[in-house]
């Protein structure tokens, strides 16, 4: 038996010890799931819906418990996880509609009538990353589930807790055994067993664009579909004539919201010359209020990075770069790394132009609305992004022309569970939530019904 210690990040202390999966196994847990499968889409799409809506019942009947795990795990604070938490439940609601609303077409064509149905892929392969465990696995399971497929769950090693409670919470609710199965390893051995089987028909992953490409190689094998939602190196555009109070607080949470370990990030900030000096003043302000500590402490509006590892990789980035300000960490046990505003910096400088995942932003200025677009989507990311600016036409304007799957104007929030989140570019292929994740867990088919006599 192999075994792996899950590391709470505030404490360096050992959470839990789990048992691994062995990679010979996983031929077992697809056959299983693909039994499950078959049973599970052949059941009406009401009782799929009502099993999802006890889903989303239970993760609530669980939600403090599964809180302080998640902040425990992930170094998040409880407030944060709360939030996912809830997110979660909500993400279960809003798919339990979908098997009801699983729509196809009659298309009129001579000599009998066309229709097509939207058919489940089958066994479904989702691996997901330590950054927001809980929220991103609700996001892949809860559509996979209600198109009436199985699935196959590996979450990050170093935060696999909440996706094991989300699988016994959602058995105990009433999903079918073997329907959802959550596997514990690397990677670099069982990931990468998941997505060269041939059992498993899709895999949608949520990482790093280095992993996303030797998945999308290694799924060409089988020519398996693929989900990937990657990195982001996401601007936000800041004009003078924008609240600039709203865009420099919103910060917090846009870029040192979860110590900064968020791929929607607004890691590079743009501020018209103007308001520059302005602006970073506010910045400093909110930056030296920001509470970092004791993720479960109520106050807390930072905690540690997730690991030792990636701790010492944001402190690489920082290392020799022009920081402006900083804010305050701990001392002592804890992977704490404090919130810091890096300017002025090159448009070229490695922490301007790579994802570095931690509490680090770069400020830059510009002096016309052409120059800010082109510096902004000079990037092979293409994921999120923010335009603040009290001009409506502007910022439509702008919105249409950053390369970016998911902006905000005046605002920095990109995800929401009812609407289609992805990246352009190297930032990822195809969307997930809203409506449009359904497309990525079912198959059309097209029937013709003759109508001659």
């Known amino acids: 038996m192999t075994t792996v210690d899950v ?14 999966t062995d990679v010979a196994e996983l031929d077992a847990i697809v056959a299983r799931a693909a039994k499950a499968q078959k049973l599970w889409a052949a059941r009406s799409p009401q009782y799929r819906g009502q099993v999802l809506l006890a889903v989303a019942a239970a993760i609530e009947a669980n939600s403090e418990r599964l809180a302080r795990l998640e902040s425990r795990n992930v170094g998040m604070p409880i407030t944060e996880a709360r939030g996912a938490v809830a997110g979660a439940a909500a993400t279960f609601r809003y798919y339990a509609a979908a098997p009801e609303r699983l729509l196809g077409h009659t298309i009129p064509v001579e000599g009998g009538v066309d229709m097509t149905f939207r058919e489940p892929i089958g066994v479904v392969g989702l691996i997901t990353p330590w950054n927001y465990p809980l929220t991103i696995a609700s996001w892949k399971v809860a559509p996979g589930l209600a198109a009436g497929n199985a699935i196959v769950l590996k979450p990050a090693e170093l935060t696999p807790l909440t996706a094991r409670e989300l699988a016994a919470i959602a058995t105990a609710a009433g999903l079918p055994e073997g329907l959802l199965t ?33 998945i999308a190689q290694r799924a060409a094998g089988t020519l398996k579909r693929v989900t990937l939602e990657l990195g982001g190196k996401s601007a936000a555009l800041v004009f003078a004539d924008a609240d600039l109070d709203a865009a420099a607080s919103g910060l917090t949470g846009a870029v040192f919201g979860n110590s900064g370990q968020d791929c929607c990030a607004r890691s590079r900030v743009f501020v018209e010359r103007p308001a520059l000096e302005t602006f970073l003043a506010k910045l400093e302000k909110v930056v030296g209020g920001i509470v970092v500590g004791d993720p479960l402490d109520e106050s807390t509006q930072m905690g540690p990075l997730v690991s030792a590892g990636q701790a010492a990789r944001v402190r690489g980035y ?24 890096l300017h002025p910096i090159d448009d070229r400088h490695p922490a301007a132009r790579e994802e570095i995942f931690g509490p680090v932003v770069s400020v830059f200025a510009f002096d016309s609305e052409e120059e800010a677009l082109a510096r902004a989507n000079d990037t092979v990311y293409g994921l999120a992004g923010s335009i603040w600016t009290s001009d409506a036409a502007r ?18 929030t990109s995800v929401r569970i009812t609407t289609p989140f992805g990246g352009f570019k190297q930032s990822g292929l195809g969307r997930e939530l809203g409506p449009d994740a359904l497309d990525a867990y079912t198959e059309v088919k097209n029937v013709f019904f003759s109508t001659a006599g």
């Open 395 to 412: 910022s439509l304007r702008v919105a249409r022309a950053v390369d970016a799957g998911a902006l905000a104007v005046n605002s920095y």
């Open 318 to 341: 920082v290392d020799g770069a022009p920081v402006l300000f900083r804010g305050t960490a701990p001392d002592g046990p804890g992977y704490w790394v404090p919130p810091m505003v």
């Open 7 to 20: 590391i709470e990040p505030a404490t360096e202390s050992v959470l839990d010890t789990l048992e691994t």
């Open 182 to 214: 959550v596997l514990v390893g690397p990677g670099r051995t069982l990931g990468r067993a998941m997505v060269e089987h041939r059992g498993i028909g899709k895999i949608a992953f949520t990482g790093s664009t280095e992993v996303g490409k030797d």
